[in-house]
T-cell receptor
Framework: SQQGEEDPQALSIQEGENATMNCSYK?????LQWYRQNSGRGLVHLIL?????REKHSGRLRVTLDTSKKSSSLLITASRAADTASYFC????????????FGKGTLLTVNP | NAGVTQTPKFQVLKTGQSMTLQCAQD?????MYWYRQDPGMGLRLIYY???????DKGEVPNGYNVSRLNKREFSLRLESAAPSQTSVYFC????????????FGPGTRLLVL
């Protein structure tokens, strides 16, 4: 079964609004990563947060990690139509030879 | 730098045919991966290679074989394609096999009739 599960499965917002996506996982992790996938394209890495970090920022992106709840959130502020994409969380578990395990993704649609 | 390249971009096979998906990276990365992506399923790891000369099974290896030809190239072979292997296949690489950022190719869309 998938280690990471994103919530919601789909999210539709207006340009300028903030978008929040959540990811829950089951076992202890080494780090958690967020990726973006535009339709018909490969995945692009957005941000990595380590298990001993609680929050990280990159431009309009803010990621939080709560290891006690085994959850992470990705916040995109002041969204743009170009942010329309699928967003995936991926976890790295220490016992898994450091392979990534992906969730099923959140489809974000930003309406102009 | 081209990053991670994959060929072909699209392929149609008949059940029972074989084919090899090619992947190459020019970033001098040690580790390379093959994933498949199906609607509503996210990405699932087929095989990976932590370094040149080694390969290991991932979550869904049945029906596939891989070859790490050299540090740059990692190929995925379907010996006898089945309709269940219709999917989008992604190759990725990372600088070391320890959970670092992965860089993805553009994908190969495979349709097995």
């Amino acid at each position: 079964s998938q280690q990471g599960e994103e919530d919601p499965q789909a999210l539709s917002i207006q340009e300028g609004e903030n978008a929040t996506m959540n990811c829950s996982y089951k076992t202890s992790i080494n780090n958690l990563q967020w990726y973006r996938q535009n339709s018909g394209r490969g995945l692009v890495h957005l941000i990595l947060i380590r298990s001993n970090e609680r929050e990280k920022h990159s431009g309009r992106l803010r990621v939080t990690l709560d290891t006690s709840k085994k959850s992470s959130s990705l916040l995109i502020t002041a969204s743009r139509a170009a942010d329309t994409a699928s967003y995936f969380c991926a976890t790295v578990i220490e016992r898994s030879n450091y392979k990534l395990t992906f969730g099923k993704g959140t489809l974000l649609t930003v309406n102009p | 730098n081209a990053g991670v390249t994959q060929t072909p971009k699209f392929q149609v096979l008949k059940t029972g045919q074989s084919m090899t998906l090619q992947c190459a990276q020019d970033m001098n990365h040690n580790s390379m991966y093959w994933y498949r992506q199906d609607p509503g399923m996210g990405l699932r790891l087929i095989y990976y290679s932590a370094s040149e000369g080694t390969t290991d099974k991932g979550e869904v290896p049945n029906g596939y074989n891989v070859s790490r030809l050299n540090k740059r190239e990692f190929s995925l072979r379907l010996e006898s394609a089945a309709p269940s292997q219709t999917s989008v296949y992604f190759c990725a690489s990372t600088e070391e096999g320890r959970g670092k950022t992965q860089y993805f190719g553009p994908g190969t869309r495979l349709l097995v009739l």
